[in-house]
């Protein structure tokens, strides 16, 4: 399950639409857009079945080196089991790299001056306390990506008020949760046909969207700052919905039905646009001098960056220099024989370049 194993944050969801995310030989055939991050589990899962890999997945191993060997002409990887810590290694002529290229034993997390003095409860969404209840509490958000944009609607459900502190913001869009046309064209056409409609549409929407942000940069500003103001409605300051930087030149973020709006709509959570000075026993102290008062603090500030699993690529036992080392459309390594690595899209569903 990887990343939709692992992360466990209310809301938890898939941020690019799954006719497109999804794999092109296993149709997505739900009505939801956006999954949620259980549904793309069992999915996944699924897929797995159907086409009979569990028996050929080892599980709970953890990849920590693979060398090449000119003499043998084949890799060895080494891999560590996560409960016993027995060392298994495997030989294979061509090694194929599917590990992504975030942490998964920890995520970005500055340390903040004062957090130690803090006596509420402090979490990064990576590692989200299955216990953990914040039903009625007041709730800070540390952060504006896709994961702040997430968290934010779904906690402001039960908490008693949740404020998403940033130190800049980020365009979002509000997109529909259900496709409307491919659940009209399900009754008259054959599934798999709308599923290939539906993953065209949409490819064609990103990619036109993209390339209009970037032909057009000052219009698709005004586009969005336009869309955003008016789904947060009046009471929001417009400067809290103003980034600095033009569409697409950071990803945009998605708001299903647009449940990041309506949780400020509501009142229910509200936008804070400033620095952390430190934090107090009781919640956040601002550069400007303003307090937010906290009984839970869920640092949202990003994932750490790390290429290839962190696994320690050698060859002949010499240690490869990445740093050093041309890459081929993403997938080649210079000079490193029979080995390749799945990148994928960073400005549109990740798994269409893995496809």
């Given at each position: 399950g990887g990343t939709w194993d692992l992360f466990r944050y209310p809301g938890i969801r898939s941020d690019s639409d799954m006719a497109s995310f999804g794999y092109n030989f296993k149709p997505w055939y739900s009505d939801r857009v956006l999954a949620m991050g259980n549904d793309i589990r069992h999915y996944m899962e699924e897929t797995a079945r159907e086409f009979r890999l569990q028996d050929k997945v080892h599980?709970?191993?953890?990849?920590?080196?693979?060398?090449?060997s000119d003499a043998d002409q084949r890799w060895t990887v080494t891999a560590v089991h996560e409960k016993t810590g027995d060392t298994r290694q495997f030989t294979c002529g061509f090694l194929l790299n599917c590990a992504g290229y975030y942490n998964y034993d920890q995520g970005y997390r500055p340390t903040f001056e004062g957090e130690e003095s803090f006596k509420g409860t402090l979490i990064h969404p990576q590692f989200w306390p299955e216990d953990l209840n914040y039903e009625g509490k007041k709730v800070v958000v540390i952060g504006s990506g896709?994961?702040?944009?997430?968290?934010?609607?779904?906690?402001?459900e039960?908490?008693?008020?949740?404020?998403?502190?940033?130190?800049?913001?980020?365009?979002?869009?509000?997109?529909?949760?259900?496709?409307?046309i491919s659940m009209a064209l399900n009754k008259v056409l054959p599934k798999k046909l709308v599923f290939t409609l539906a993953r065209k549409r949409n490819i064609l929407f990103?990619?036109?969207?993209?390339?209009?942000?970037?032909r057009w940069p000052?219009?698709?500003r005004r586009f969005m700052l336009n869309h955003m103001r008016k789904q947060a409605g009046p009471t929001v300051d417009p400067r809290h919905l103003t980034p600095s930087y033009n569409p697409w030149e950071q990803r945009l973020c998605a708001a299903p039905d647009g449940d990041f709006f309506k949780a400020l709509r509501s009142g229910k959570a509200d936008l804070v646009t400033d620095h952390i000075d430190h934090l107090t026993e009781t919640g956040i102290v601002l550069k400007s001098g303003q307090t937010l008062e906290a009984d839970i603090i869920v640092a949202a500030t990003g994932l750490d960056v790390q290429l290839m699993g962190g696994l320690a690529l050698r060859l002949n036992g010499q240690p490869v220099e990445l740093t050093q080392k041309l890459t081929y459309k993403g997938?080649?390594?210079?000079?490193?024989?029979?080995?390749?690595?799945?990148?994928g899209y960073t400005n549109a569903p990740w798994t269409l370049k893995a496809d």
């Open positions: 599980y709970g191993l953890k990849i920590t080196g693979a060398d090449w896709a994961t702040a944009i997430t968290v934010v609607p779904a906690m402001a039960k908490a008693g008020h949740v404020t998403m502190l940033q130190r800049s913001p980020s365009y979002i869009m509000a997109m529909p949760d259900t496709d409307k990103q990619r036109g969207l993209y390339l209009a942000s970037m000052n219009a698709m997938i080649m390594l210079q000079d490193v024989p029979n080995y390749a690595w799945i990148f």
